[in-house]
């Protein structure tokens, strides 16, 4: 974090639009990204909890302890630019440093895009807040965000996420779309070529989101699920006479049949798409079990199976990716409702933090059996020592 991504440098950095500061600015946002990455639940956990909580703050902070009001006061006033900016810096290292050299999948490198909802009220609101009618008819508020990982080959790094926002009057709040849109065109802005190949679910099949793919060099694989589309009807009327059949396959205890065909059109895309339908077989508790699985693709070379497998890896971003941000990092806790995007961005950097240590640093991790909540328990009793104010106070730390 320190000697590699220079976080700790980088946060010393931020602006601070504070008139009395009395506690550095540093002395706050480090130890909340330090506690993000730790996975405590809120910060009255950490900063309100002195009898369990003392030891471990006084050895990450030099100087006085924040209160937590004051903690929420200056993330609310952090510019989510800022932090936005440091986590650009660190995909580009990663970039350079070629961490994914290999590819994630097939040889390439392979990102999941997908929209999340952090947390919803029907209280508490905000200027940034979404908002809908719940089952009782009360007025919701939510924040939700479009964000982008890498899936396939570990680590899994989240390349970038975009807040949804509110639209004013009578129009609908944006959709997954625009900001799926929008964080494409950044992160070809921020990184160049950030990656090979998109995959998403059938929400983003739209003649829009798959042009801006291509117009910034990336290619799509997109599930394919509406019976109702003309691209399925064609496609499905020349699978049943058999053409585009490929080899069967085996993966695991699946026997997977495969059709395979180029060439179909979609209003509004000036590509030539590529359909592929996959009929899977597997044994289940001694019954068998089907399943059917489309897709529609703009990649002309890769193989069926390479396919097949970029299309199951993007459960990654909700298997990996969601459910460890909202389980064990508590994204779908409000730990400040004024300063959602700053803190998103903080836990963000810290996740790609630990999955690159776990899975680069000590390389001995994957296929250890241990499990991360075993790693948490480490990393936790590590802040019972002095050595982390150490590294973090040292000269250019």
Not at 131 to 140: L, T
Not at 215 to 242: M, P, S, W
Request: aromatic letters at 10%; one cysteine or more.
């Amino acid at each position: 974090m320190k000697s590699v991504y220079k976080i700790p440098q980088k946060i010393k950095c931020l602006s601070d639009v504070r008139k009395r500061r009395s506690i550095p600015l540093f002395n706050i946002v480090m130890p909340v990204l330090l506690f993000l990455m730790l996975q405590y639940e809120s910060f009255h956990t950490v900063f309100s909890a002195p009898e369990s909580m003392s030891k471990r703050l006084k050895n990450c902070i030099r100087g006085r302890i924040p209160k937590i009001d004051a903690v929420r006061d200056l993330l609310s006033a952090i510019n989510p630019e800022e932090i936005r900016v440091v986590h650009e810096e660190t995909i580009n290292i990663i970039k350079r440093n070629r961490v994914f050299r290999e590819g994630t999948i097939g040889g390439y490198v392979v990102a999941g895009l997908d929209g999340v909802e952090l947390f919803s009220s029907t209280k508490k609101s905000c200027p940034d807040c979404l908002c809908r009618k719940n089952r009782a008819g009360e007025m919701e508020y939510f924040h939700r965000s479009v964000v982008c990982m890498t899936v396939g080959k570990s680590p899994h790094v989240i390349l970038g996420q975009e807040m949804l926002k509110p639209r004013d009057g009578s129009d609908k709040d944006e959709g997954e779309l625009t900001g799926g849109k929008r964080l494409v065109r950044r992160l070809k802005k921020a990184h160049g070529h950030f990656a090979d190949i998109i995959v998403a679910d059938a929400l983003y099949l739209n003649a829009p989101f798959i042009n801006t793919l291509k117009e910034n060099g990336l290619e799509a694989v997109i599930r394919l699920k509406d019976e109702r589309r003309l691209l399925f009807k064609d496609a499905e009327g020349l699978f049943n006479q058999e053409k585009g059949k490929k080899k069967t396959f085996q993966k695991g205890k699946k026997t997977i049949e495969a059709w395979d065909l180029t060439g179909f059109e979609m209003e509004g895309v000036p590509y030539k798409l590529r359909v592929v339908r996959y009929h899977e077989k597997w044994e289940e508790k001694g019954k068998e079990v089907t399943r059917r699985m489309w897709l529609v693709t703009t990649l002309e070379q890769a193989g069926y199976r390479v396919l097949w497998e970029i299309m199951n890896r993007r459960w990654d971003i909700e298997e990996n990716g969601f459910h460890q941000l909202k389980t064990y990092y508590h994204a779908k806790h409000c730990y400040c409702h004024n300063a959602v995007e700053v803190i998103f961005n903080l836990m963000i950097i810290g996740f790609n933090m630990r999955e690159l240590y776990l899975y680069r640093r000590k390389r001995s991790f994957e296929g250890s059996g241990i499990s991360r909540k075993s790693v948490n328990r480490i990393f936790c009793d590590e802040l019972l020592t002095e050595k982390v104010k150490r590294i973090l106070y040292e000269k250019g730390g």
